[in-house]
């Protein structure tokens, strides 16, 4: 088969995963074998399968055994996903923080009690009832601060790592594999 991106001997993503369905079959059969992400979000899969497409669509597998490839590939996701899908959602809750939550700083709270009508606890960090003499410093960024201090948070996106995880089970070379030449015959001369 003649290509314009020459010849491979495996298939690529988008050959074995056409579609979503596909993908979610799969997934069922190895959370059924004990590969089981664990997602919270019912969907999160989705979100898995799109982002592997855009970026592994035309990317041949590295394994000639696509059993072995699907094993690799779900385990990734066995093993990082669930820590991913939780990033995602800090980074969504990150994004969402008005310019009030970004700017809010920490609190130090000292109390002194000379007669508190209960014995404080010590592994508290709420303020005593009563108290004859307490000191609160309360903190508060800058907008630039607290700016500066979000871009810093959300400088890479948490997907980056995720996808970066599957890149081992692609082809990472540009040119095309050479054809592989099978001796069918031998004949009494060459040997």
Same mark, same amino acid.
């Given at each position: 088969?003649?290509?314009?991106? /020459?010849?491979? $001997?495996?298939?690529?993503?988008?050959?074995?995963?056409?579609?979503?369905?596909?993908?979610?079959?799969?997934? !069922?059969?190895?959370?059924?074998?004990?590969?089981?992400? /664990?997602?919270?979000?019912?969907?999160?899969?989705?979100?898995?399968?799109?982002?592997? #497409?855009?970026?592994?669509?035309?990317?041949?597998?590295?394994?000639?055994?696509?059993?072995?490839?699907?094993?690799?590939?779900?385990?990734?996701?066995?093993?990082? /996903?669930?820590?991913?899908?939780? $990033?995602?959602?800090? @980074?969504?809750?990150?994004?969402?923080?008005?310019?009030?939550? #970004?700017?809010?700083?920490?609190?130090?709270?000292?109390?002194?009690?000379?007669?508190?009508?209960?014995?404080?606890?010590?592994?508290?960090?709420?303020?005593?009832?009563?108290?004859?003499? @307490?000191?609160?410093?309360?903190?508060?960024?800058?907008?630039?601060?607290?700016?500066?201090?979000?871009?810093?948070?959300?400088?890479? !996106?948490?997907?980056?790592?995720?996808? /970066?995880?599957?890149? $081992?089970?692609?082809?990472?070379?540009? @040119?095309?594999?050479?054809?592989?030449?099978?001796?069918?015959?031998?004949?009494?001369?060459?040997?």
């Amino acid at each position: 088969m003649n290509s314009l991106y /020459g010849c491979y $001997r495996t298939r690529k993503f988008s050959d074995i995963y056409e579609n979503i369905e596909n993908f979610k079959t799969d997934l !069922d059969f190895f959370s059924d074998a004990g590969l089981n992400p /664990g997602f919270i979000d019912s969907n999160t899969y989705k979100t898995a399968y799109y982002l592997l #497409l855009a970026r592994y669509t035309n990317s041949h597998i590295a394994s000639s055994d696509e059993s072995q490839f699907k094993m690799k590939l779900f385990s990734i996701i066995f093993q990082y /996903g669930p820590t991913w899908e939780k $990033r995602l959602s800090v @980074q969504n809750n990150l994004r969402n923080l008005t310019d009030d939550e #970004l700017m809010l700083g920490t609190k130090q709270i000292n109390n002194h009690s000379y007669n508190p009508s209960t014995e404080p606890s010590t592994d508290t960090l709420e303020e005593f009832t009563t108290t004859n003499e @307490q000191t609160s410093t309360k903190f508060k960024k800058s907008k630039i601060d607290a700016y500066e201090r979000i871009m810093d948070v959300l400088k890479v !996106d948490v997907s980056e790592t995720f996808l /970066g995880e599957f890149k $081992r089970l692609f082809i990472t070379i540009v @040119q095309p594999e050479l054809p592989l030449w099978y001796i069918t015959e031998i004949s009494e001369e060459e040997v």
